[in-house]
């Protein structure tokens, strides 16, 4: 095989993705190689199930976080992946859709969505399902509902197009959803979660636009809103809250 072939598309990756999302895209790739690399070795994990392994390297465990207080696992489990499948999948996602988020807003307001929209779908997924979970997947679902919720709130500027593309967007989430239905082993408690909280986290974080008249024509302009971060400070709060106070699925 021409190592063109190999190195064109990883040249084009790191030249072309933004740092946030190449950053996170590298450390799931990490993360899910080094485990296997250090059990052909020999190291650890020899005759380790895959569940234990990722029940180890910080899987969703709702007796750890409920007994243990281990609230770390909400986080840990963006990054852990059950297959190499399901790690492709969710690159593709990740740079597909985060370079998407990341040009509508900024790298701070991607990394606030994607990680506290994640969180919002971790915790679903806590209340909701029993199962041990792991994926970004949650985290990918936060970034399509912060689209849909930018497309809306400035529908206005798209014009006749905000229609099209709002559709566009509710069919991808409703497709995956339904996916995730049709197969074992995905946890759509953390993918409707995931959504949610990006609809939440997007109206709280991502720009309106705005439009006026110059001299050398229409001008378009971002405007964050000021208290938005202060919103998504009392999220996370009362994310702490209920993970305190529920009681998890089991």
């Known amino acids: ?3 063109a072939t190999l190195t064109g598309p990883i040249k084009r990756f790191f030249s072309e993705t933004s740092p946030m999302v190449r ?10 190689v080094v485990p296997y690399l250090l059990d052909q070795l020999g190291v650890v994990y020899k005759a380790m199930s895959l ?16 007994q243990a207080n281990q609230y ?5 489990m963006m990054f852990l992946h059950g297959n190499l499948v399901h ?8 740079v597909q859709i985060g370079e998407s988020v990341e040009r509508m807003s900024d790298r ?12 919002v779908g971790g915790v679903a997924s806590y209340l909701f399902s029993p199962n041990p979970s792991v994926g970004a997947s949650g985290a990918i679902f936060a970034l399509i509902g912060a689209m849909g919720t930018f497309v ?3 529908r206005r500027a798209y014009g006749e197009n905000a229609k099209q593309i709002l559709g566009n967007i509710a069919f991808t989430a409703m497709i995956n959803i339904f996916f995730g239905y049709s197969m074992p082993n995905i946890d ?17 974080l991502m720009p309106r636009l705005t439009e006026y008249q110059t001299e050398s024509g229409v001008v378009r302009q971002r405007t964050p809103l000021t208290w938005g971060w202060n919103g998504v400070i009392v999220l996370v709060a009362l994310l702490f809250v209920i993970v305190a106070l529920a009681v998890p699925a089991v």
Not at 72 to 76: A, E, H, K, L, Q
Not at 188 to 204: C, D, K, P, R, S
Request: aromatic fraction near 14%.
């Open 87 to 94: 790690l492709l999948f969710n690159t593709f996602a990740i």
């Open 152 to 154: 809306w709130t400035n």
């Open 1 to 3: 095989m021409n190592t």
């Open 51 to 66: 569940t234990d392994l990722l029940l180890i390297h910080g899987a969703k465990d709702n007796i750890a976080i409920y």
């Open 72 to 76: 770390y696992r909400f986080m840990t």
């Open 23 to 32: 950053l996170i895209v590298v450390v799931n790739i990490v993360i899910y």
């Open 108 to 119: 701070n307001r991607f990394l606030g969505i994607y990680f506290v929209g994640g969180l």
């Open 188 to 204: 759509n408690m953390a993918h409707i979660g995931g959504l949610l909280g990006g609809l939440v986290t997007g109206f709280l």
